[in-house]
């Protein structure tokens, strides 16, 4: 055992080694976008910018170390912040304006929110996440590149006049020149060579270009500042005892929060395990969803006590990161402790770059992250298939993640039992000695009981009737009750029946629920087949 975890540290220590270069670039580019979008989620959430710098430092590094997910980067995010907002403005209502109580009620919310997800992750629910469907994958990847897009058109206004106008002449034209100078350099540079950070690259580049020819453009520092805020420069995050003193824990503080942790404990994992699952696919290796699910928890604690504003993974930094070549942990850890220097040392530089070349990098992003295959293939899967993957394209760009793949699931757990419910069928036929027997084919679940049940002609059977599960299985506690119902039907006929080759464990909770049954089930068979299909089929029932 020691030799094999000697074995395993000495090739992650390799592939740091291997990819240190990597690592190193991306997580500067990460860092570089994380600015924009970490300050403009504060503001949709009704914070200053520094509480989501903080969460975006925090999250990104707890997560990075202790994650599930090497590679992944997480921060605070639109999706959680939309949800925020209410919060926020509840809380201030129950106080004075200037005590900010709607600030301290959000770290109270974001810390039962990480405890929430702590239990998700101890109870192993975040494997859950294997079986979304490939269409909900897919719609959950192309609406969440469509926010991306929407969220950077936004940019392209400035304040004037006391409310936020769209850019118009040469300053729209400038706007848009630098955003495809940067989009050109990003698709340009791998062709060249792979191992050049096109992203961090395309930044200094049109930074460059501004300082050079003296261009009046938006900057980070610009957008802050016309968004109401002071600046990026801050100290390092401090303990907030103030939560303690301003908000009272008593079951009216919870009956408050206990709903918002609870959404936000919900979209932050499905936000967070589905990007974890994108980056499996694109990297070929498999993250630890209920790893993941623990360190986000304990992040999101940690930033509601230190004055974080709270988040999950991020899908379009987590994109850059990977196509930007970062792969190991250190790529993340870069990216978070970068964003602390630019915070405490650098914030004049990091405000003097152009919005344009962020920008730029995010519509990369958006043509990267989009499913552009989805156009090619609509036609050719099954309807159902394109109305789920439509579906919640649509859904989580009108309302949020959560609701678009909770719809998503359910319409594609429903297609699937209607499916499943109508494949059910019996062969009949029999016996020498006039026994009639029901060869059952197909699930037997509570989707499919109706057209079960139809099959059977009790009041013209025979005196002696067998049905044969060798090709079924009984899936839940409707199908055991449809069977001791049947049962029911078939003595009250006065006629004999014998269920034949059910599993072990079906047999053992049918006679549970129903000990009279005892003479109905036949037990003892002498069939190696059914022998080696219960063997196989015996785990799965175990959870009836």
């Known amino acids: 055992m020691q030799t094999l975890k000697h074995k395993t540290s000495t090739m992650d220590l390799s592939a740091y080694q291997k990819n240190f270069k990597n690592d190193f670039f991306s997580g500067l580019t990460v860092a570089l976008a994380l600015v924009p979008e970490a300050v403009a989620f504060a503001f949709v959430a009704g914070v200053d910018p520094l509480v989501g710098l903080y969460a975006a430092f925090m999250i990104g590094l707890i997560t990075s170390i202790f994650g599930g997910r090497p590679g992944m980067i997480s921060g605070a995010t639109g999706a959680l912040a939309v949800v925020m907002v209410s919060l926020v403005k509840e809380g201030n209502a129950l106080g004075e304006p200037s005590e900010q ?69 040469p300053e729209l034209y400038m706007m848009l020149a630098l955003v495809g100078t940067t ?38 520092g610009s957008f802050i500042r016309q968004s109401g805020g002071s600046g990026l420069k801050g100290g390092l995050p401090s303990f907030q005892f103030d939560i303690f003193s301003k908000v009272p824990f008593n079951f009216e503080t919870l009956k408050f929060i206990g709903p918002y942790a609870l959404i936000l404990a919900a979209i932050g994992l499905i936000e967070s395990l589905m990007t974890l699952n994108l980056i499996d696919e694109i990297t070929e290796t498999r993250g630890n969803t209920n790893k993941e699910c623990i360190a986000q928890g304990g992040a999101n604690i940690i930033t509601g006590l230190f004055g974080g504003m709270g988040g999950c993974a991020m899908i379009g930094q987590s994109i850059i990161n990977i196509n930007s070549g970062g792969r190991t942990r250190l790529s993340g850890i870069i990216a978070a402790i970068t964003l602390l220097i630019f915070i405490l040392f650098a914030s004049t530089y990091i405000e003097m770059v152009p919005i344009a070349a962020l920008v730029g990098v995010m519509f990369m992003v958006v043509i990267g992250t989009f499913a552009w295959s989805s156009f090619r293939i609509l036609g050719k899967i099954p309807f159902s298939d394109a109305i789920v993957l439509v579906a919640v394209s649509s859904l989580t760009v009108i309302f949020d993640l959560a609701i678009a793949v909770f719809i998503g699931i359910i319409i594609s757990a ?105 003479s109905v089930i036949e037990r003892s068979i002498d069939d190696e087949r059914y022998n080696v299909l219960s063997q196989i089929f015996e785990e799965p029932e175990a959870s009836i």
Request: aromatic fraction near 12%.
């Open 183 to 220: 989009m050109a350099l990003m698709f340009t540079l791998p062709k060249l060579s792979k191992k050049l950070p096109a992203g961090l690259i395309a930044i200094l580049a049109v930074f460059t270009i501004t300082l050079v020819f003296n261009l009046e453009v938006s900057t980070v």
């Open 414 to 518: 429903l297609v699937f039992s209607w499916q499943s419910a109508i494949r059910i069928r019996a062969r009949k036929s029999v016996k020498k000695d006039g026994t009639k027997v029901y060869e059952i084919w197909g699930p037997l679940f509570f989707g499919s009981i109706q057209n079960f049940n139809a099959k059977f002609d009790i009041k013209n059977d025979p005196k002696s009737v067998e049905i044969d599960f060798m090709h079924s299985r009984i899936a839940d506690h409707s199908a055991l009750e449809a069977l001791s119902a049947l049962s029911e039907k078939y003595a009250t006929a006065n006629k004999q029946l014998k269920l034949k080759h059910l599993s072990n464990s079906c047999q053992n909770r049918l006679l549970k629920a129903h000990p009279g049954l005892t």
């Open 101 to 169: 109580l709607g600030l301290y009620y959000l770290f109270a919310t974001v810390i039962l929110m990480g405890l929430i997800q702590i239990l998700a992750g101890v109870f192993k629910l975040g494997k859950f996440v294997r079986l979304i469907p490939h269409p909900v994958m897919m719609g959950f990847v192309n609406g969440l590149a469509i926010v991306i897009f929407l969220s950077q058109l936004g940019m392209f206004k400035t304040f004037e006049q006391g409310s936020w106008q769209w850019m118009q002449g």
